[in-house]
């Protein structure tokens, strides 16, 4: 398996620890599944993201796996996730 390191770039540094991150995930590997689980995308997906959540088996051969994460502004993000951001740095759970 051809495996990177994560690179992690930050945009800056908020006390609070939370963040808005871009994230890129590739992975490549080869898996025994049942057809009509490729056939459906959503449900290929997840079946795919838990196979490889599981790890390496007889059913599944990890080949590369690359993760990028970059932290972004705030003012990137949508309306939404600056709204739930805002909701985790005042949460009494964070101080």
Known sequence: MNSKPVKQQ???SDPSGVGVYDCEIRLRFRVIEEKRVVGDREQCLETLLDAFSYGADGYLEPIQV????QEVAEVDASPQMRRQLIR???SADLL
């Open 10 to 12: 930050s945009a800056s």
């Open 66 to 69: 690359e993760v990028d994460v």
């Open 88 to 90: 985790l740095r005042n």
